[in-house]
């Protein structure tokens, strides 16, 4: 840790100086992320992959032992099954197939003989065409996301920022889809819902960092890339404790839920977690460095002044 003058701030890392660590294992997630999309592709749940699933409140403790059991007598062995809800009185069924009425009749029928007649469900089926379109959809709005931020970006800043922070920021969507993908965990509505509020939250560190870096930068007459370099960090540290106050406050709401909510919203908090935790390591090590990289050695005209003391 050294202090740094010009810059009136406590550098006790200097990101820059191994910036080439950091792309290089960024790279190299990106890679495992893509050959597990290859190989074994994404868990889709039923809102992505036609099929039925059910919802099964039996109102008693059940074991996965039995719930299967019971299905397995009326021909459903391929099938994912999960417990939850208060004692594991819930139990939440996907089929592949899209059920008729009859089946689902006749299931609820064998759980209520079995269990009491105070079994309910709820049933969501998806078609082959509806779950096509979803994913279509979900792709487009991913695209539209990425295309307004950069555009908001370059009309506040410069086409250079704008370019770094969409690469992070796609980084950051990749990271949650490869993670997924690689530990085979569902990808449902929520899901993306967590993918897009990740990218949100994640341009809103790199806003804040390359607003630093554009007001250091009018204060300070650069010559070289070292001094670049030099100001880049500084402005990393000068912001560092915002961002990581910022990240903490939602990254408490999110392991919250994961921890105490629902299962049906447990993915969804899960990726969130994976996605603010990406945000916050790509605006230090990927976003600023990717900018010095892109502003080169030769760095506009600037008014010389005296350099802004930290907040």
């Given at each position: ?12 890392f ?6 080439k ?9 990106v ?32 074991t ?19 417990l ?21 009749s ?6 209520r003989?079995q ?43 410069e ?27 569902e ?125």
């Amino acid at each position: 840790m050294h202090y740094n003058e010009r810059f009136h701030t406590k550098i006790r890392f200097d990101f820059i100086k191994h910036q080439k660590k950091f792309f290089i294992a960024s790279a190299l997630l990106v890679v495992i992320g893509i050959i597990s999309l290859f190989a074994v592709q994404l868990n889709l749940g039923v809102d992505f992959k036609a099929g039925t699933h059910m919802d099964l409140e039996v109102g008693a403790a059940i074991t996965k032992e039995q719930a299967a059991e019971t299905l397995d007598k009326l021909g459903y062995d391929n099938i994912e099954l999960t417990l939850g809800g208060a004692s594991n009185q819930r139990v939440s069924v996907r089929f592949d197939e899209v059920l008729e009425q009859t089946q689902v009749s006749e299931i609820l029928k064998t759980f209520r003989e079995q269990f009491g007649d105070q079994v309910t469900e709820e049933v969501n089926v998806v078609s082959p065409d509806m779950a096509r379109e979803l994913g279509v959809k979900t792709i487009y709005a991913v695209i539209i996301a990425s295309i307004a931020i950069m555009i908001y970006v370059m009309i506040r800043f410069e086409w250079r920022f704008a370019l770094a922070a969409n690469i992070a920021i796609l980084y950051d969507a990749f990271v949650v889809v490869a993670l997924f993908s690689i530990f085979r965990l569902e990808v449902n509505l929520p899901f993306i819902a967590a993918v897009l509020t990740t990218i949100g939250y994640s341009i809103n560190d790199k806003i804040v960092i390359f607003d630093r870096i554009r007001e250091n930068l009018r204060f300070s007459k650069q010559k070289n890339k070292e001094q670049l370099a030099e100001l880049v960090n500084a402005s990393l540290w000068q912001t560092m404790a915002r961002n990581i106050y910022t990240v903490l406050t939602v990254l408490i709401v999110a392991v919250s839920l994961y921890l105490f909510g629902s299962e049906s919203i447990k993915l969804f908090a899960l990726a969130k977690i994976i996605g603010l935790a990406s945000g916050a390591y790509s605006s230090v090590c990927i976003a600023s460095p990717l900018w010095l990289i892109l502003r080169g050695d030769k760095p506009k005209p600037s008014k010389t002044a005296k350099a802004p003391v930290a907040s």
